[in-house]
């Protein structure tokens, strides 16, 4: 009987031996899986911020304020559709 005992005390000791280094197998597994993306990501994005800086300080841009016409009280009476006549 101690014999017994003895044996299924190492089997049950032997099994959960193996379950927790399976365990840990598999947590190192997916933390290196993990870690791999992580790098390959950050790498992706690295190369995406990185761009060179143009900066032509001698060209620059030209603007052309835009003001809207306001309308007149002269405005009612002139209709868009008929043809402007040529003032010299």
């Known amino acids: 009987m101690i014999e017994f005992i003895t044996d299924m005390t190492m089997l049950w000791l032997s099994v959960v031996m193996t379950v927790l280094l399976v365990a840990a197998f598999a947590r190192?597994?997916?933390?290196?899986?993990?870690?791999?993306?992580?790098?390959?990501?950050?790498?992706?994005?690295?190369?995406?911020?990185?761009?060179?800086?143009?900066?032509a300080a001698l060209i620059r841009p030209s603007s052309n304020p835009y003001r809207p016409k306001i309308p007149s009280v002269f405005d009612k009476g002139q209709s868009d559709d008929e043809p402007h006549s040529l003032v010299v």
């Open 28 to 55: 190192a597994s997916v933390a290196g899986v993990w870690f791999t993306f992580h790098m390959t990501s950050k790498k992706q994005l690295s190369q995406t911020e990185n761009q060179p800086l143009v900066i």
